[in-house]
C-alpha cells in the first residue's frame, strides 16, 4: 500500500517537473542597493524567457512595417538609450516628443517615463509597440505576425507552456530582458567596494557631486525617482508639461523624473527633450545658476553655487567613474548574441 502511494506520489512530480522544465534563476541585487520593487513572483525569471526577451527587443516584427525595433531607440552601446535624433525617431521616420531613456536597473524603479506615467515594468512595452511615433503597431497584429514564426512559437511554448501568444506573454518576455539590465560594475561601484582607488580629480569631483547632486540623483542608482525641475528652462517647441501631463496638478507642471547618472558619459543626448548632446554642456549649466530659468526645484534654489572651469573638469571626471564597460558590451545583452 505504501509503495504504491510513494509511486503515485513520485509519478506526479516527474508530471509536475515535465509540465514546467524552465529553470527559475536570481535576480542579482548588488551589495548595498536598497531591495527591488519589481515584483517577480508575477515574472519567474528563467534563461529561457530572458533569451526571449532578447530576441523580441532586437526584432523590428514588433513595428508595424517591421522596420523599428525596441533596440532602435534602445542601443546596447548608449546605454540602451539612443543617439541619432533629439528626442526619439520611429516608423514612418516620425519623431517623438522626447528623448529615449537609457535602460538599466528598472527592477529598482517605482514607475517609468519621463512623467512617471507608466507604472510596471510588465506593462510599459505596450506603449512602444502602439505609439504611432514608435512602433506604430496593435497587439492583435504582432501576436498574429509572432504566431506565423515557428522558432517564436516553440520559445513562448517553452516558457509559458503555450504556443497560444498572448499580449502578457509578449510584454513579460520583453520586461525579463529589460529588468536584467543591471549596471552595477563602473570605477565608481570599484571604489566603493574597496578594489580600485579614484584618482584625486575623480576624488575632488565625487566631493562637488555629493554637494550639489546627490540630493537629486541619489547614490547608489544615481536617482531619488522624484520629479524636479532642474533650471533648464521650457522648450517651447515642444511644450511638454512633463509629470502634470500624469496627475493633471499646476504643481507638477514641467517636473521631469530625475534621470539615473550611471552611463551618463555615453547617454548622450540629454534631458527628456535631448537638447544637450555633450555631457560638458550638461555639467556648464549646471555650474552658472545666474543663467538657470524658470522652473527651478528647491534644492537648486538654496544653493547659488557656481563652479569654476577646474571645478567643472573635476564633476566630469567623477561622473565619467560611472561608466559600466562590463555592461555597455555586455555579449549577454548584445544583438550579435542572437546570431549563433
Ligand atoms: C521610437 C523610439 C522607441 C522605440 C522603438 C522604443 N522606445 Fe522605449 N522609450 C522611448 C522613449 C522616447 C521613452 C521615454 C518615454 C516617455 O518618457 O514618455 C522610452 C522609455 C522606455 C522605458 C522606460 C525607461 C525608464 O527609465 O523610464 C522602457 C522600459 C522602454 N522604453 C522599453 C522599450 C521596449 C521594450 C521597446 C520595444 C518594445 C521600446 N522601448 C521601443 C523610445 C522608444
Ligand atoms: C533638483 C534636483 C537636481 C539636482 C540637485 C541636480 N539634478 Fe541633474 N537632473 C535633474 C532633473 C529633474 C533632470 C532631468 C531634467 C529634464 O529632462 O527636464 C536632470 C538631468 C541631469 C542630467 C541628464 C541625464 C540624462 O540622461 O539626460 C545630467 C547629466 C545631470 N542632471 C547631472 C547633474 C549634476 C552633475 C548635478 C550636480 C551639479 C545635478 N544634475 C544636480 C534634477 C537634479
Redesign the pocket.
Known amino acids: 500500500m505504501k509503495t504504491a502511494l510513494l509511486i503515485v506520489l513520485s509519478l506526479g512530480l516527474c508530471a509536475l517537473a515535465l509540465v514546467d522544465p524552465k529553470e527559475e534563476v536570481d535576480f542579482f541585487v548588488p551589495q548595498g542597493w536598497p531591495k527591488p520593487r519589481y515584483n517577480f513572483e508575477n515574472n519567474p525569471l528563467s534563461p529561457e524567457g530572458f533569451e526571449l526577451g532578447r530576441s523580441l527587443f532586437y526584432d523590428p516584427i514588433l513595428s508595424k512595417d517591421s522596420t523599428v525595433s525596441c533596440a532602435s531607440c534602445h542601443l546596447q552601446y548608449t546605454a540602451f538609450?539612443h543617439v541619432d535624433h533629439p528626442t526619439s525617431h520611429g516608423v514612418d521616420s516620425r519623431v517623438g516628443k522626447r528623448?529615449a531613456?537609457?535602460l538599466m536597473n528598472l527592477a529598482w524603479a517605482p514607475y517609468f517615463h519621463?512623467d512617471g506615467g507608466a507604472l510596471s515594468l510588465n506593462g510599459q512595452a505596450v506603449n512602444p509597440i502602439t505609439h504611432p511615433d514608435e512602433m506604430g503597431s496593435d497587439l492583435a497584429t504582432v501576436l498574429s505576425k509572432l504566431k506565423r514564426q515557428k522558432d517564436y512559437a516553440s520559445a513562448f511554448k517553452k516558457v509559458f507552456g503555450t504556443e497560444d501568444i498572448k499580449t502578457h506573454h509578449v510584454l513579460k518576455a520583453l520586461a525579463q530582458f529589460t529588468v536584467s539590465l543591471v549596471s552595477y560594475n563602473s570605477k565608481y561601484d570599484q571604489m566603493k567596494r574597496k578594489e580600485v582607488q579614484f584618482s584625486e580629480q575623480e576624488k575632488k569631483g565625487y566631493a562637488?557631486?555629493q554637494q550639489?547632486?546627490?540630493?537629486?540623483?541619489r547614490e547608489p542608482l544615481f536617482t531619488?525617482f522624484?520629479?524636479?525641475?532642474?533650471?533648464?528652462g521650457l522648450n517651447l517647441a515642444l511644450v511638454d508639461s512633463?509629470r502634470a501631463n500624469i496627475t493633471g496638478k499646476d504643481k507638477d507642471a514641467?517636473?521631469?523624473?530625475?534621470?539615473?547618472?550611471r552611463n551618463?558619459e555615453y547617454?548622450?543626448?540629454?534631458?527628456?527633450?535631448?537638447?544637450?548632446n555633450k555631457?560638458k554642456e550638461?555639467?556648464g549649466?549646471?555650474?552658472q545658476p545666474a543663467d538657470w530659468n524658470f522652473p527651478?526645484?528647491?534644492?537648486?534654489q538654496k544653493?547659488k553655487y557656481s563652479?569654476n572651469s577646474a571645478q567643472q573638469k573635476d564633476?566630469l571626471a567623477?561622473?565619467k567613474t560611472l561608466t559600466d564597460r562590463g555592461f555597455l558590451f555586455n555579449p549577454n545583452f548584445s544583438y550579435f548574441s542572437l546570431v549563433k
Open positions: 538609450a528623448n531613456p537609457g519621463w562637488l557631486f550639489h547632486c546627490n540630493q537629486c540623483h531619488n522624484e520629479f524636479k525641475a532642474n533650471g533648464i512633463g514641467f517636473l521631469f523624473r530625475v534621470p539615473t547618472l551618463v547617454s548622450f543626448p540629454y534631458m527628456h527633450d535631448g537638447r544637450f555631457l550638461v555639467v549649466h549646471y555650474a527651478i526645484s528647491s534644492e537648486l544653493k563652479m564633476l567623477f561622473l
